[in-house]
Structures are given as structure tokens and as C-alpha cells.
């Protein structure tokens, strides 16, 4: 049955619209200038000039982080390194989640574990300990030095670990009445009803090995092995003079501080906004999937 809105319903609704409006503008408002600022002029954007539109248009700056292969190069390595780290971290949290989800009468060493992993979550060796053992892991110049080089995301493991332990657990015992084993549990009950918290975890995961830079920096040698945040950082910050011809000295000459930190920051976020949607498409699915109908 339909019924006609009250005029205070209606009102309600607008102010809701109209908040969520405001709300998006001030999230898209800080993107929007600082591509203003990375396609201005250095005299613009010294002078401050710049706030919704850029001012003497420009593709300087990122033709200065750009023209080169090694852009490119370092691109593909963080794509590489994206994967291989989602993937990796999946089944490693998934895995180890599943059977602390348990109590301490299902898992024995379940106590045991948690409180190392707590431990580890807390205290660290440090930077020198952590590069000795990455030598010695043979993990120096290699792609796998960025992907395990930061462990086992733990806090990731406790997320899931809390998700399937709030599950039902009469369908596990159904499951375990029809003959299913831990295995095809996990992978054919509680992994499909995962979808929310995996998805966020693997949103986190992207995320974490896109925006990481330091490590590049620790491990490896050669700037060829660097991945795209520290091939961005390495041109914005560390600028040899002598090492420039005469056109990069004038290139540069046209740029600011300002407008190739902006260019830098937002070909850094380019990536997470073109995938963001996506994922959130699978936080709306999951809610549903994760449902128990009764």
C-alpha cells in the first residue's frame, strides 16, 4: 500500500540529500586541488592562486615524473606487488583465522598462538634486525622482499578470526552431518559467508602494498627494483643537479615543490580511486551473502 509523504518526512529527506551532497563535496574537494595544483604553473601555485581550476596549464610535473621507462618499470612492480601480496595475504589470514576461530577444546594451541601473535602485533625487533633477516632470507632485489617483507598482517587475522567465530554454528555441525571435513567447511561454508570482513581485509591489503614506500628504500639497491611510490618519492625528493641535460634543467625550472608533490600525490591515489568502486560493489554483496535467514 503506498501513502502520501507528510510534509515533514519529505523535509527530512531532503536535509538527509543535502548533507550527503555537502559530505561528498568535502571528500572530492581535496582531490579536485591537488590536480588543480599539479596541472598549474610554478608561479600560480607559489602565489597561491589556485584553488578550483588550475592556472597557467601545464603538464610539467608529470612529464617530469613520467618520461621515462623507469615510471613504467616501477609501475608494473607495485602492480606485481599488489597481486602477489592480496593473494598471499588471503589465504594466510583465511588459513590461520579458521582454526583460532575455534575454542582452546576444538584447537588446543589456540591460546598459545594468540598470545604470540598479540605479542608480535605489539613489539617488534626493529629496522637492523628485520634487514639482517631479510639478507639472510635472500629477499634483497626481489620482488618477494616487498611482498613478505611486512609479515603477517595480524590485526587482519584478528578481524577474521572474530568474523567466523560469530558465525552459527549449527552450520558447521550440518555441514559436519553431511559428511564435510574442515576443509570443504571452510572453503564451502564459511568462506562464501565471509565475503564483508575478506573483502574489507583485502581492501586494506591493496591499499598497505600500493601506498608502502620504505621498504623499496631498505631493500633494494637499485632504483630499477623500485616500485612506484618510491620511484615517485626518489624523483621528487632526491634530484641530482648534475646529473640533468639542458632541456630537464629547464623542465625544471617550470615546476614548483608544490605542483610536482601534488602531480606525485595524485597519480599515487589514481589507482585506489579506479579500483575503490569496485570492491565496494562487494561490501553491498557480501552484507547480503553474509546473511542468516531464518
Not at 109 to 130: D, Q, Y
Request: hydrophobic letters at 50%; glycine letters at 6%.
Amino acid at each position: 500500500m503506498v501513502t502520501e509523504r507528510s510534509i515533514t518526512s519529505r523535509l527530512f529527506n531532503g536535509l538527509n540529500l543535502a548533507l550527503l551532497i555537502v559530505m561528498m563535496l568535502l571528500c572530492l574537494l581535496p582531490v579536485w586541488y591537488t590536480l588543480s595544483i599539479s596541472l598549474s604553473d610554478k608561479a600560480s601555485a607559489a602565489a597561491g592562486q589556485v584553488f578550483l581550476w588550475p592556472k597557467g596549464f601545464t603538464w610539467g610535473s608529470y612529464a617530469t615524473i613520467m618520461k621515462d621507462d623507469q615510471f613504467f618499470q616501477s609501475f608494473w612492480i607495485s602492480i606485481q606487488r599488489v597481486v602477489y601480496g592480496a593473494v598471499i595475504a588471503f589465504f594466510v589470514i583465511l588459513l590461520m583465522a579458521y582454526p583460532l576461530s575455534k575454542s582452546s577444546k576444538e584447537f588446543k594451541p589456540r591460546n598459545i598462538i594468540m598470545w604470540l601473535l598479540v605479542f608480535a602485533m605489539l613489539f617488534n625487533g626493529g629496522l637492523v634486525p628485520w634487514y639482517l633477516t631479510m639478507q639472510s632470507l635472500g629477499m634483497i632485489n626481489n620482488i618477494w622482499g616487498l611482498v613478505l617483507g611486512g609479515g603477517l598482517p595480524v590485526f587482519n587475522v584478528i578481524l577474521v578470526m572474530n568474523y567466523l567465530r560469530n558465525m552459527p554454528k549449527e552450520m558447521e555441525e550440518s555441514a559436519m552431518i553431511d559428511g564435510a571435513g574442515p576443509w570443504r567447511i571452510l572453503f564451502s561454508v564459511c568462506l562464501p559467508l565471509s565475503v564483508p570482513v575478506l573483502a574489507t581485509i583485502m581492501v586494506f591489503t591493496i591499499v598497505y602494498h600500493w601506498n608502502e614506500f620504505f621498504q623499496a628504500l631498505v631493500l633494494m639497491n637499485k632504483a630499477e627494483h623500485y616500485p612506484l611510490q618510491s620511484y615517485i618519492r626518489q624523483v621528487a625528493v632526491v634530484i641530482d643537479p648534475t646529473k640533468m641535460d639542458e632541456e630537464t634543467v629547464k623542465r625544471m625550472s617550470d615546476l614548483s615543490n608544490q605542483t610536482l608533490n601534488s602531480a606525485k600525490i595524485f597519480i599515487s591515489m589514481l589507482p585506489l580511486l579506479v579500483i575503490y568502486p569496485f570492491l565496494q560493489k562487494y561490501f553491498v554483496k557480501g552484507i547480503t551473502l553474509g546473511s542468516v535467514k531464518g
